[in-house]
């Protein structure tokens, strides 16, 4: 967690060598599972259509 999120990308932590920026959930929604199983849903059906996924992550820089 970070004083401000998301992380602003002119934020020196990003370039830190002792740093990790990594994704998390910090939601707790009810709807939450539901709302995964939607993204999971759309993005299969753009991957089956050629189209670019939604929120992919940079396997590079884990963001």
Same mark, same amino acid.
């Given at each position: 967690m ?7 990308a002119d934020?020196p932590l990003?370039?830190? =060598?002792?740093v +990790?920026?990594?994704p998390?959930?910090a939601?707790l929604?009810? &709807?939450?599972?539901? +709302? *995964? &199983? =939607? +993204?999971?849903? &759309?993005? &299969?059906t753009?991957?089956l259509d050629?189209?670019? +996924? *939604?929120n ?8």
């Amino acid at each position: 967690m970070f004083e401000t999120e998301p992380l602003p990308a002119d934020s020196p932590l990003w370039d830190h =060598e002792r740093v +990790l920026v990594s994704p998390h959930t910090a939601a707790l929604d009810a &709807a939450e599972d539901r +709302l *995964i &199983a =939607e +993204l999971f849903a &759309a993005n &299969a059906t753009r991957l089956l259509d050629g189209h670019e +996924l *939604i929120n992919r992550v940079n396997t590079v820089e884990f963001y």
